[in-house]
């Protein structure tokens, strides 16, 4: 099956420090990335779309120069939480389509999360 | 815009009795839905999904969800819990350009 890595899985950091997250896919090539954000006991909430060599296209209200995100070949899309507080603490997952679809719709395969605690 | 309600937050059963998870959708068009199921400190993982055809779908680990358009539901049922069972289930539908719409998850908790 599709596979999606993200790393690291756990990261504490100091406040105002900034923090790089990874997600790969290990066994095909994904055209597209998600990143969502998941806060405790709550859902997950999509941050932005992120296509391979193109720029990354943010839901509403997230800001995109505290969150950047890179999407440089197809097995990798980086999610870079700049100047972080503790507020960005959070349970960061990413996901990935691969490059054929068939159905009209492209299942997502997702990473097993990112817990980022900002002291 | 779509959106996906999960009306139990929490829900208890006794490990070997039934579940039914219930999940109603907002959505135009014919909806493309999955159930998602996230252990602790995890991923998600897709349990099954729903996109065209029969409307009662099998998936994985004894689990199946029948798709009712008339009542805009697509309920998460399995005859027999195991205590292994106990997790976080999402409903999700499928929008324009591949993205997921979450419900809020439902917290299922096993007794033995």
């Known amino acids: 099956g599709a596979v999606v890595s993200q790393h690291p899985s756990r990261v504490i950091c100091k406040s105002g420090t900034s923090v790089k997250i990874e997600c790969r896919s290990l066994d095909f090539q994904a055209t597209t990335m998600f990143w969502y954000r998941q806060f405790p006991k709550k859902s997950l909430m999509l941050m932005a779309t992120?296509?391979?060599?193109?720029?990354?296209?943010?839901e509403q209200g997230v800001e995109k120069d505290k969150f950047l995100i890179n999407h440089a070949s197809l097995t990798l899309s980086t999610l870079t939480v700049t100047s972080a507080h503790p507020e960005d603490s959070s349970f960061y997952i990413c996901?990935?389509?691969?490059?054929?679809?068939?159905?009209?719709?492209?299942?997502?395969?997702f990473g097993p999360g990112t817990r980022l605690t900002v002291l | 815009a779509q959106s996906v309600t999960q009306p139990d937050i929490h829900i208890t059963v006794s490990e070997g009795a039934s579940l039914e998870l219930r999940c109603n959708y907002s959505?135009?068009?014919?909806?493309?839905l999955f159930w998602y199921v996230q252990s602790p400190g995890q991923g998600l993982q897709l349990l099954l999904k729903?996109?065209?055809?029969?409307?009662l779908v099998q998936g994985i680990k004894g689990f199946e969800a029948e798709f009712k358009r008339s009542q805009s539901s697509f309920n998460l049922r399995k005859p027999s819990v195991h205590w292994s069972d106990a997790a976080e289930y999402f409903c999700?539908?499928?929008?324009?350009?591949?993205?997921?719409?979450f419900g809020a998850g439902t917290i299922l908790r096993v007794k033995s």
């Open positions: 992120s296509n391979e060599g193109s720029k990354a296209t943010y």
């Open positions: 996901s990935a389509i691969g490059l054929a679809g068939g159905l009209g719709y492209n299942e997502q395969f």
């Open positions: 999700a539908v499928g929008e324009y350009g591949n993205k997921l719409v």
């Open positions: 729903y996109f065209s055809g029969d409307t």
């Open positions: 959505y135009g068009a014919t909806p493309y």
